[in-house]
């Protein structure tokens, strides 16, 4: 129990710890001032802009912005769903792999270029080190960097500056705080033992004497991104349970805590941003918050374990199925909380051998969105939430409502609006969908009400752009492909265009003097009002199928 | 100078509204409003319209969508209780519009229909009903007509009975090329005289008609804050929707089917009904209240945008002060004597029939001052803005003047004297008392000083320290010197003020303030107050001022009280803050109803530990959460009329009252009403 706790605690302070410089590092990277990277950053930036002929110091209106992410997406979507299916023609295919059924081609690549990660696949025995690193990873460094630049111009937006150029912000996204980190940490990972080669599968003589082949292949670099651009597709099934990809505790400590930084620091990044650090500051703790309850939750059930087991030990015992013995119970549960808390999706243990507290945290997580959130997006929803919670407050204290003193109006809430109700579209919908047809639609290994969670947080992880899954779902079929893609785009690009949209609105908005009369938004008061209105509208959206699924399993445990 | 009437508790007000089959009338009317045409209207209602046929077929056949477990009885009371809430919102609007509707009547009835004389281009007359009226046409009225409609006078000078719409009794005094006297209002009585008037609106466009419009709610059209509401609520709406019917496939897998009838429960639980079916009703009430100031809005948005306002810019005189500034003294100088300055005073005063010029006249003759010449043979010299003073000429040839200071000084110089040295001294004294120091003079003598004495209103200083608190800045406008203004300013207690202004000082200061992203709000009756009252986001024309000065406005005040400007910035924050407290409360309620439903619907999946209120049965805890979500709605009508009261608070202050009263006690109220009318029915 302690050593738990002061694992988690560990976790969190190094997060608080970064967080107000890395802040501070992406305000001054999108601000224009110069850093210390900027001097080898910048001849490289330089190269790129001149070969791709981009003008990126113009700033975009917001049909140009959206258009530049539609096209760009587009484009790298085709281009990696035409080398997944030709992988079997192109090179560094050491264990001759063929090329996958069209609809998971298409699945894998929108949910890579989608930030996502889903895998309805296992990475080892499905694609060569080509796609997973040249197709794949690429991805992942560009669909993190789009997520970032959205979210900074969502910020430049809000705050009254041009939204920006959405090609300068994607690179400089990749050159200044991308590729950097990945580069140490990717070394930091090799030298814990992760490994980093094209060598082919090794093969092996167990002690019964059978043969056994043993995957390896590229990891470190991939491992690296793949937590800190929140995209969480493990270059094998298993993803960061596998002793290559996570080996011991000071890789999780360090997965963890990286795939944590970039949202949470964000936030920061807005405050500093607005002109308003101490805002920034109270909607860190805010999310903070949230964050240690629901770990708490999470933690607390898996160390009560689960009643029937312990019924028959006649003592408590944490819950250790599904669990990497090397991580136990606490860094487990305080990993699936943060991975669906930040869209991350990697796992280090099975999220279908949580107890039922840690299926609704996760689920909870997917359907909030905003305890960290997305790689960029997360931050954004926040402030839609903030947006909305605004609008309430404002009209309570008789003023027409305004957020950094710009109007809130109806193009504002119509947006916001939108947001509100592309999630559960996005994930009610095809989940009944499936579970009307549960025979031939939904492959569901649980039944009852664990089913519906199995169900409900396929969906959800798509729309969340999370990529996490709760598995034991016999996923790669046609119907589950197709269906979670449209999940995918309509989590996506659905909420990109709000933002951008909304954000080049309040551009144009004449700014009103604050006065005795404002709603000051940077009050601890005003947060908690947040809070509050992110729990009730999450909450009454969702509670339904929370109920159907981990808290009538909770109940009916025992 | 206005004519300002008493204060505003003397006035009989606009004709008094007849309430007093109020409800029965709204009973029958939200019948009527049952109508899907007119209920596709409230998006939010008009789905628990659906929802309520839905369930009266199924109390009809309860299988009819297959085999489901609720009874047909159950399923008809679900009916009743969801046909009472619709008919309770529409109520709630009927109510609202009722009251409306009463005090245009009451309106209405003070316009009857006349005949005019309508001058044709020959100078011949015609006799014309007033509906045949246009706008430029002149008609000729005489006493004991009736002013056809709003006009303004062209020639004549006659008294006219204005007591059917600013309620005072006194007749007001007419004549042309006058800031004050010139327009008349159509239904008033010209009871002297005769008038020739020029029409400035077309029949049912004037401003009675225009309030009955707006009082009515026929011609609401939705404010802009009232449209993202709507929006939001539709959205919310929306997303219920797809909650609740995507609700059937997991529930059937878990061999928990869910009856239509539950279904529609819980959807229409969700739904924001409370504020859903009281927006219209809060909307109308907002400019009812609007109305029983006695203000004519030209439409719903200024009024809320009085809400918005951060600057009121203020003319002193009417607004701050009393309109009369007395005489309070005469101080000599140059060696002269008081006596003799009150004769002078006297003289110079005796043609001026301004409250001033009158005031004067009472302290001289209190004083024992007569007048030595013939009051026949001398003339008197009307103030003009330009020479800024007014007098007499003597009949053996003198010219006695007060004036502004300056104004003065000139003219004795202008005559071959000079000012003496202790008139500075004699200036500054008064100045300093906040009075407004008028020079007398006879020829190219300076005798002396007279100190108009400045009224604060009552009460004033305190309304503006609640306006600083809500944020609102005062700026004050005036023509006095600068001394004078800032000891007004200072007692009076506004932000800022700018002494000898002009009227294009005037639209300057809002344009400054306006590009600073401030709305602004200012009142004014004269046509040179127009581009200014059309330049300003809120312009309050007071009725007694010219017509183009009531063109510009978006409001008009028919008491001609500048003041209102404060009363209607209150309304304004009162309109949203009802709109806002009640959507709070709406969705906060929702808690409790899941809390209640849930447990219900999945009975039998093993989670009744949820029915943490411990509800009778599944049956009654539907049905208590129903009849609570139906309750609520006329049990918060009065809230919605009257809206919630503003307090002159702080917007942290004001949100911390209103979240720990509608969000919190919108969380826990329902939590108590629906355990006691669930022990209600299970009494049963």
């Given at each position: 129990?302690?050593?738990?706790?002061?694992?988690?605690?560990?976790?969190?302070?190094?997060?608080?710890?970064?967080?107000?410089?890395?802040?501070?590092?992406?305000a001054?990277?999108?601000s224009?001032?110069?850093?210390?990277?900027?001097?080898?950053?910048?001849?490289?930036?330089?190269?790129?802009f001149a070969?791709?002929?981009?003008?990126?110091?113009?700033?975009?209106t917001?049909?140009?912005?959206?258009?530049?992410?539609?096209?760009?997406?587009?484009?790298?979507?085709?281009?990696?769903?035409?080398i997944?299916?030709?992988?079997?023609?192109?090179?560094?295919?050491?264990?001759?792999?063929?090329a996958?059924?069209?609809?998971?081609?298409?699945?894998t690549?929108?949910?890579?270029?989608?930030?996502?990660?889903?895998q309805?696949?296992?990475?080892?025995?499905?694609?060569?080190?080509?796609?997973?690193?040249?197709?794949?990873?690429?991805?992942?460094?560009?669909s993190?960097?789009?997520?970032?630049?959205?979210?900074?111009?969502?910020?430049?937006?809000?705050?009254?500056?041009?939204?920006?150029?959405?090609?300068?912000?994607?690179?400089?996204?990749?050159?200044?705080?991308?590729?950097p980190?990945?580069?140490?940490?990717?070394?930091?990972?090799?030298?814990?033992?992760?490994?980093?080669?094209?060598?082919?599968?090794?093969?092996?003589?167990?002690?019964?004497?059978?043969?056994?082949?043993?995957?390896?292949?590229?990891?470190?670099h991939?491992?690296?991104?793949?937590?800190?651009?929140?995209?969480?597709?493990?270059?094998?099934?298993?993803?960061?349970?596998?002793?290559?990809?996570?080996?011991?505790?000071?890789?999780?400590?360090?997965?963890?805590?990286?795939?944590?930084?970039?949202?949470?620091?964000?936030?920061?990044?807005?405050?500093?941003?607005?002109?308003?650090?101490?805002?920034?500051?109270?909607?860190?703790?805010?999310?903070?918050?949230?964050y240690a309850?629901?770990?708490?939750?999470?933690?607390?059930?898996?160390?009560?374990?689960?009643?029937?087991?312990?019924?028959?030990?006649?003592?408590?015992?944490?819950?250790?199925?599904?669990?990497?013995?090397?991580?136990?119970?606490?860094?487990?549960?305080?990993?699936?909380?943060?991975?669906?808390?930040?869209?991350?999706?990697?796992?280090?243990?099975?999220?279908?051998?949580?107890?039922?507290?840690?299926?609704f945290?996760?689920?909870?997580?997917?359907?909030?969105?905003?305890?960290?959130?997305?790689?960029g997006?997360?931050?954004?929803?926040?402030?839609?939430?903030?947006?909305?919670?605004?609008?309430?407050?404002?009209?309570?204290?008789?003023?027409?409502?305004?957020?950094?003193?710009?109007?809130?109006?109806?193009?504002?809430?119509?947006?916001?609006?939108?947001i509100?109700?592309?999630?559960?579209?996005?994930?009610?919908?095809p989940?009944?969908?499936?579970?009307?047809?549960?025979?031939?639609?939904?492959?569901?290994?649980?039944?009852?009400?664990?089913?519906?969670?199995?169900?409900?947080?396929?969906?959800?992880?798509a729309?969340?752009?999370?990529?996490?899954?709760?598995?034991?779902?016999?996923?790669?079929?046609?119907?589950?492909?197709?269906?979670?893609?449209?999940?995918?785009?309509?989590?996506?690009?659905?909420?990109?265009?709000?933002?951008?949209?909304?954000?080049d609105?309040?551009?144009?908005?004449?700014?009103?003097?604050?006065?005795?009369?404002?709603l000051?938004?940077?009050?601890?008061?005003?947060?908690?009002?947040?809070?509050?209105?992110?729990?009730?509208?999450?909450?009454?959206?969702?509670?339904?199928?929370?109920?159907?699924?981990?808290?009538?399993?909770?109940?009916?445990?025992? | 100078?206005?004519?300002?009437?008493?204060?505003r508790?003397?006035?009989?007000?606009?004709?008094?509204?007849?309430?007093?089959?109020?409800?029965?009338?709204?009973?029958?009317?939200?019948?009527?409003?049952l109508?899907?045409?007119?209920?596709?209207?409230?998006?939010?209602?008009?789905?628990?319209?659906?929802?309520?046929?839905i369930?009266?077929?199924?109390?009809?056949?309860?299988?009819?969508?297959?085999?489901?477990?609720?009874?047909?009885?159950?399923?008809?009371?679900?009916?009743?209780?969801?046909?009472?809430?619709?008919?309770?919102?529409?109520?709630?609007?009927?109510?609202?519009?009722?009251?409306?509707?009463?005090?245009?009547?009451?309106?209405?009835?003070?316009?009857?229909?006349?005949?005019?004389?309508?001058?044709?281009?020959?100078?011949?007359?015609?006799?014309?009903?007033?509906?045949?009226?246009?706008?430029g046409?002149?008609?000729?009225?005489?006493?004991?007509?009736?002013?056809?409609?709003?006009?303004?006078?062209?020639?004549?000078?006659?008294?006219?009975?204005?007591?059917?719409?600013?309620?005072?009794?006194?007749?007001?005094?007419k004549?042309?090329?006058?800031?004050?006297?010139?327009?008349?209002?159509?239904?008033?009585?010209?009871?002297?005289?005769?008038?020739?008037?020029?029409?400035?609106?077309?029949?049912?466009?004037?401003?009675?008609?225009?309030?009955?419009?707006?009082?009515?709610?026929?011609?609401?059209?939705?404010?802009p804050?009232?449209?993202?509401?709507?929006?939001?609520?539709?959205?919310?709406?929306?997303?219920?929707?797809?909650?609740?019917a995507?609700?059937?496939?997991?529930?059937?897998?878990?061999?928990?089917?869910?009856?239509?009838?539950?279904?529609?429960?819980?959807?229409?639980?969700?739904?924001?009904?409370?504020?859903?079916?009281?927006?219209?009703?809060?909307?109308?009430?907002?400019?009812?209240?609007?109305?029983?100031?006695?203000?004519?809005?030209?439409?719903?948005?200024?009024?809320?945008?009085?809400?918005?306002?951060?600057?009121?810019?203020?003319?002193?005189?009417?607004?701050?002060?009393?309109?009369?500034?007395l005489?309070?003294?005469?101080?000599?100088?140059?060696?002269?004597?008081?006596?003799?300055?009150?004769?002078?005073?006297?003289?110079?005063?005796?043609?001026?029939?301004?409250?001033?010029?009158?005031?004067?006249?009472?302290?001289?003759?209190?004083?024992?001052?007569?007048?030595?010449?013939?009051?026949?043979?001398?003339?008197?010299?009307?103030?003009?803005?330009?020479?800024?003073?007014s007098?007499?000429?003597?009949?053996?040839?003198?010219?006695?003047?007060?004036?502004a200071?300056?104004?003065?000084?000139?003219?004795?110089?202008?005559?071959?004297?000079?000012?003496?040295?202790?008139?500075?001294?004699?200036?500054?004294?008064?100045?300093?008392?906040?009075?407004?120091?008028?020079?007398?003079?006879?020829?190219?003598?300076?005798?002396?000083?007279?100190?108009?004495?400045?009224?604060?209103?009552?009460?004033?200083?305190?309304?503006?320290?609640?306006?600083?608190?809500?944020?609102?800045?005062?700026?004050?406008?005036?023509?006095?010197?600068?001394?004078?203004?800032?000891?007004?300013?200072?007692?009076?207690?506004?932000?800022?003020?700018?002494?000898?202004?002009?009227?294009?000082?005037?639209?300057?200061?809002?344009q400054?303030?306006?590009?600073?992203?401030?709305?602004?709000?200012?009142?004014?009756?004269?046509?040179?107050?127009?581009?200014?009252?059309?330049?300003?986001?809120?312009?309050?024309?007071?009725?007694?001022?010219?017509?183009?000065?009531?063109?510009?406005?978006?409001?008009?005040?028919?008491?001609?009280d500048?003041?209102?400007?404060?009363?209607?910035?209150?309304?304004g924050?009162?309109?949203?803050?009802?709109?806002g407290?009640?959507?709070?409360?709406?969705?906060?309620?929702?808690?409790?109803?899941?809390?209640?439903?849930?447990?219900?619907?999945?009975?039998?999946?093993?989670?009744?530990?949820?029915?943490?209120?411990?509800?009778?049965?599944?049956?009654?805890?539907?049905?208590?959460?129903?009849?609570?979500?139906?309750?609520?709605?006329?049990?918060?009508?009065?809230?919605?009329?009257?809206?919630?009261?503003?307090?002159?608070?702080?917007?942290?202050?004001?949100?911390?009252?209103?979240?720990?009263?509608?969000?919190?006690?919108?969380?826990?109220?329902?939590?108590?009403?629906?355990?006691?009318?669930?022990?209600?029915?299970?009494?049963?």
């Amino acid at each position: 129990m302690l050593q738990g706790c002061v694992q988690i605690a560990l976790t969190l302070a190094i997060l608080v710890a970064i967080v107000p410089f890395f802040g501070r590092y992406m305000a001054q990277v999108f601000s224009g001032q110069s850093t210390r990277l900027g001097a080898i950053a910048r001849p490289i930036e330089r190269v790129l802009f001149a070969g791709a002929g981009v003008a990126a110091k113009r700033p975009m209106t917001g049909t140009q912005y959206i258009s530049a992410v539609l096209m760009s997406n587009l484009v790298m979507g085709a281009f990696v769903f035409l080398i997944l299916m030709t992988q079997e023609r192109l090179p560094f295919n050491s264990t001759g792999l063929s090329a996958p059924s069209w609809d998971l081609a298409l699945h894998t690549a929108i949910s890579f270029v989608t930030n996502t990660n889903q895998q309805h696949y296992s990475g080892e025995t499905t694609y060569t080190y080509f796609s997973q690193v040249g197709a794949l990873g690429f991805l992942m460094f560009t669909s993190a960097a789009t997520g970032i630049a959205v979210a900074i111009a969502f910020i430049r937006g809000l705050t009254g500056q041009a939204i920006g150029n959405f090609y300068q912000d994607l690179v400089l996204s990749i050159t200044r705080i991308l590729l950097p980190i990945s580069l140490v940490g990717a070394i930091a990972l090799l030298i814990a033992g992760v490994p980093e080669t094209l060598g082919a599968p090794v093969q092996a003589t167990t002690p019964e004497g059978a043969l056994q082949w043993i995957a390896r292949g590229p990891v470190a670099h991939f491992e690296i991104i793949k937590e800190l651009g929140e995209n969480g597709g493990g270059f094998f099934g298993i993803n960061s349970a596998h002793p290559f990809e996570n080996p011991n505790n000071f890789t999780n400590l360090l997965e963890t805590v990286i795939m944590m930084i970039i949202p949470a620091s964000l936030i920061i990044t807005y405050g500093i941003m607005a002109g308003n650090p101490k805002q920034g500051w109270l909607i860190f703790w805010m999310v903070f918050g949230l964050y240690a309850i629901l770990s708490a939750i999470a933690a607390i059930g898996e160390f009560w374990g689960n009643p029937l087991v312990n019924n028959v030990l006649g003592d408590i015992q944490p819950n250790l199925e599904g669990k990497e013995t090397r991580f136990g119970w606490a860094l487990t549960a305080l990993w699936a909380v943060s991975t669906t808390g930040t869209m991350c999706g990697a796992v280090n243990g099975m999220h279908d051998s949580l107890m039922a507290p840690g299926g609704f945290v996760t689920l909870a997580n997917l359907f909030l969105q905003i305890i960290w959130g997305g790689q960029g997006t997360g931050t954004a929803y926040l402030f839609v939430f903030l947006v909305l919670a605004v609008f309430l407050t404002g009209l309570m204290v008789g003023r027409t409502p305004e957020f950094l003193g710009r109007k809130i109006e109806k193009r504002e809430i119509v947006l916001a609006s939108l947001i509100l109700l592309i999630h559960p579209i996005a994930i009610l919908l095809p989940s009944a969908i499936t579970l009307a047809f549960p025979e031939t639609l939904s492959n569901i290994s649980n039944p009852g009400f664990h089913g519906i969670s199995q169900v409900a947080y396929e969906y959800a992880s798509a729309a969340a752009n999370n990529g996490s899954g709760f598995e034991g779902l016999g996923d790669n079929t046609l119907w589950w492909n197709l269906s979670t893609s449209f999940s995918l785009i309509a989590g996506r690009y659905v909420p990109i265009i709000a933002l951008i949209l909304l954000a080049d609105g309040m551009t144009r908005k004449q700014s009103v003097p604050e006065t005795n009369g404002t709603l000051r938004t940077d009050t601890v008061l005003f947060t908690g009002v947040t809070a509050g209105v992110i729990i009730i509208l999450g909450a009454l959206t969702f509670l339904p199928i929370l109920v159907l699924g981990p808290v009538a399993e909770a109940f009916n445990l025992g | 100078m206005r004519q300002p009437g008493g204060p505003r508790q003397q006035r009989r007000h606009t004709p008094k509204a007849n309430l007093s089959d109020l409800y029965q009338r709204a009973f029958k009317e939200a019948l009527g409003k049952l109508n899907p045409k007119i209920m596709i209207r409230n998006p939010v209602m008009f789905l628990v319209w659906v929802g309520t046929l839905i369930t009266a077929v199924l109390t009809l056949n309860p299988n009819i969508f297959g085999v489901t477990e609720t009874s047909a009885v159950f399923n008809g009371l679900v009916t009743l209780i969801l046909l009472f809430t619709v008919l309770f919102a529409n109520f709630a609007e009927a109510v609202a519009e009722g009251r409306g509707r009463a005090q245009a009547d009451a309106l209405r009835s003070t316009q009857t229909k006349t005949y005019a004389q309508r001058i044709l281009a020959d100078g011949s007359m015609e006799m014309v009903s007033s509906a045949d009226l246009r706008r430029g046409d002149r008609v000729k009225v005489k006493a004991g007509d009736m002013i056809p409609a709003d006009g303004e006078v062209l020639d004549g000078v006659a008294s006219v009975d204005e007591s059917a719409i600013t309620g005072e009794s006194a007749p007001v005094l007419k004549e042309p090329n006058s800031d004050v006297a010139s327009s008349v209002t159509g239904g008033t009585r010209i009871i002297s005289d005769e008038l020739i008037i020029r029409v400035t609106a077309d029949p049912g466009k004037g401003f009675i008609d225009r309030m009955i419009a707006l009082v009515e709610g026929a011609e609401r059209s939705k404010t802009p804050n009232e449209i993202a509401l709507t929006v939001l609520l539709a959205v919310l709406t929306l997303v219920f929707l797809i909650v609740v019917a995507t609700l059937p496939p997991p529930a059937n897998y878990i061999n928990s089917p869910v009856g239509i009838t539950l279904l529609i429960s819980l959807l229409v639980a969700l739904i924001p009904t409370t504020i859903g079916g009281l927006l219209s009703a809060i909307g109308i009430a907002g400019m009812d209240r609007v109305a029983q100031f006695n203000v004519v809005a030209t439409s719903g948005r200024a009024v809320e945008a009085c809400g918005d306002i951060n600057t009121l810019v203020l003319d002193k005189t009417g607004t701050i002060t009393l309109g009369n500034r007395l005489a309070e003294e005469f101080i000599p100088v140059n060696g002269h004597s008081r006596a003799e300055v009150a004769a002078i005073a006297l003289a110079a005063s005796i043609f001026d029939t301004t409250p001033e010029g009158k005031s004067i006249v009472r302290l001289a003759e209190g004083m024992g001052a007569t007048l030595d010449f013939d009051r026949q043979k001398a003339e008197g010299v009307e103030f003009s803005a330009r020479t800024r003073m007014s007098g007499t000429d003597l009949p053996d040839g003198g010219e006695a003047r007060k004036g502004a200071v300056d104004a003065i000084r000139g003219f004795v110089r202008s005559r071959g004297g000079q000012a003496p040295e202790d008139l500075g001294r004699a200036y500054e004294r008064v100045s300093n008392l906040g009075g407004t120091p008028l020079a007398v003079c006879k020829d190219d003598d300076i005798y002396g000083v007279i100190y108009l004495k400045d009224i604060i209103k009552p009460g004033i200083q305190e309304r503006f320290d609640q306006l600083r608190r809500m944020g609102v800045r005062t700026i004050m406008l005036t023509g006095d010197n600068r001394i004078t203004a800032a000891v007004i300013a200072k007692e009076a207690g506004v932000d800022e003020f700018i002494a000898e202004a002009t009227p294009e000082d005037k639209i300057q200061v809002i344009q400054q303030e306006q590009a600073a992203g401030k709305l602004v709000a200012m009142t004014g009756d004269g046509t040179n107050d127009a581009p200014a009252l059309a330049q300003a986001n809120v312009g309050l024309a007071m009725n007694s001022g010219t017509q183009a000065a009531k063109e510009a406005a978006n409001m008009v005040d028919l008491d001609s009280d500048p003041t209102k400007l404060i009363d209607l910035v209150t309304i304004g924050k009162q309109l949203l803050i009802t709109r806002g407290a009640l959507t709070t409360f709406s969705l906060a309620n929702d808690i409790a109803k899941y809390f209640a439903i849930i447990p219900a619907m999945f009975a039998s999946a093993g989670i009744g530990s949820l029915n943490i209120m411990g509800l009778h049965s599944p049956q009654s805890a539907v049905l208590s959460a129903l009849i609570y979500n139906a309750l609520i709605i006329p049990a918060l009508i009065p809230l919605a009329l009257r809206g919630v009261k503003f307090r002159p608070l702080s917007a942290n202050s004001l949100l911390q009252r209103n979240i720990l009263v509608y969000g919190f006690g919108g969380i826990i109220a329902p939590f108590v009403a629906i355990k006691v009318i669930d022990l209600g029915i299970s009494a049963f």
